[in-house]
């Protein structure tokens, strides 16, 4: 049977990267047929019509199905997965309480939609920003379904930090792993380098050969340029980062759904892991093992790595008292 997918803001420009890509089988794989549903706000729906179109047009072997709605009990019928794209962009002068609010208004009736009409087996990834605190706020309201089926997207932040240090240490990115993010996908994240490999072999020694003063080179140099990108991109682009955030989105369902033969990246609920208080969506290092993430434990962490993790959580705990003196959540 197809698996059916339900992507909010499917009319938007990270919605238009993903959906033709996981009609031609990238996300999961050559032989699974898809169905599709594009769920939008009204003034989205042309835009989502306008790809459904093209999506036809792609004579996809394995597109079933799409349908474009704006009703969220209709979008999320039967979902095996969804990813939550559309979100309220900050606008001008507005407070990040305003921005928790107006996410909140959407976030919570769309978790409470997924718990009444999807399917029993629904992984709920969350891109929309801020994505670790809307990821909370769906899972808070959809009852009955478990929050580990609630996740929030790092493996933009993951990629780019991978992809930082193999152009660093002039190897393949393939070769790289072990670079987690922790915590909260913002200015605040902390992509951590103390535990990476290259080609299967502790980075440390080349890493000081081609930096020189490893701390330093984090703080003034890796983390800024890997929590920076975005404006980065923005400003030589022209605009944000679209298709890099669809493919890390695809890598993110995929390893979730296919399992990872290594460690990444992902906003899962914390259970009090590394100390990051109960119930709040941070990132960790994570492994998916038979459908499923677990938080990789026993990391060492010194003082300096954990100051970062603290103030990222920090944020975390500030954006969940917001939202709950708003009474959301
Ligand atoms: P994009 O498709 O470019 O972005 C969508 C969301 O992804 C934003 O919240 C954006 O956050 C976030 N995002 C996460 N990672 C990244 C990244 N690396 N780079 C850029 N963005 C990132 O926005 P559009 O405005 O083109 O499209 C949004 C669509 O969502 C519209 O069609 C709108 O109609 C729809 N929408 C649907 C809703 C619903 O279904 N209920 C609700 C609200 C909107 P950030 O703002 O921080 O860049």
Do not use: C
């Not at 996300?27 to 790809?51: C, F, H, S």
């Not at 019928?77 to 962009?89: C, K, Q, T």
């Amino acid at each position: 049977m197809a698996t059916t997918i339900t992507i909010t803001g499917a009319g938007g420009q990270i919605g238009y990267a993903l959906l033709f890509r996981i009609a031609a089988g990238d996300m999961l794989g050559a032989d699974e047929p898809v169905r599709l549903r594009l769920l939008e706000i009204p003034q989205g729906l042309g835009a989502a019509e306008g790809a459904a179109l093209e999506l036809q047009d792609g004579a996809f072997p394995l597109l079933e199905h799409v349908e474009v709605t704006d009703d969220a009990a209709t979008g999320f019928e039967g979902a095996n997965i969804a990813l939550l794209v559309g979100a309220r962009p900050r606008g001008p002068g507005m407070e990040r309480a305003d921005l928790l609010a107006a996410n909140a208004g959407i976030f919570g009736p769309q978790g409470a939609a997924i718990a009444a009409r999807a399917a029993s087996d629904i992984r709920v990834t969350v891109v929309g920003n801020p994505a670790n605190t809307n990821a909370l706020i769906a899972a808070s309201a959809a009852e009955g379904v478990p929050a580990e089926r609630f996740t929030a997207l790092t493996r933009l932040d993951e990629n780019r930090a991978r992809a930082q240090l193999a152009q660093t240490l002039g190897a393949s990115v393939s070769d790289i792993r072990r670079v987690p993010i922790w915590g909260n996908h913002s200015a605040t994240q902390f992509p951590d380098t103390s535990h990476a490999t290259v080609a299967g072999a502790p980075v440390g020694a080349l890493l000081v050969d081609r930096v020189g003063d490893v701390r330093r080179w984090q703080e003034d140099t890796f983390i800024p340029r890997v929590a920076k990108r975005g404006a980065e991109i923005i400003e030589v682009r022209g605009s944000s980062s679209v298709a890099s955030a669809a493919s890390a989105t695809i890598d993110h369902v995929r390893d979730w759904v296919q399992g990872t033969d290594d460690w990444t990246s992902a906003g899962v609920i914390s259970h009090g892991e590394y100390g990051v208080p109960e119930g709040l969506i941070s990132s960790f290092p994570v492994r998916s093992v038979a459908g499923r993430w677990s938080i990789v434990e026993g990391l060492e962490i010194d003082d300096w790595a954990r100051a970062r993790v603290d103030a990222s959580v920090a944020e975390l705990v500030e954006e969940r008292e917001a939202v709950r003196a708003l009474g959301m959540l």
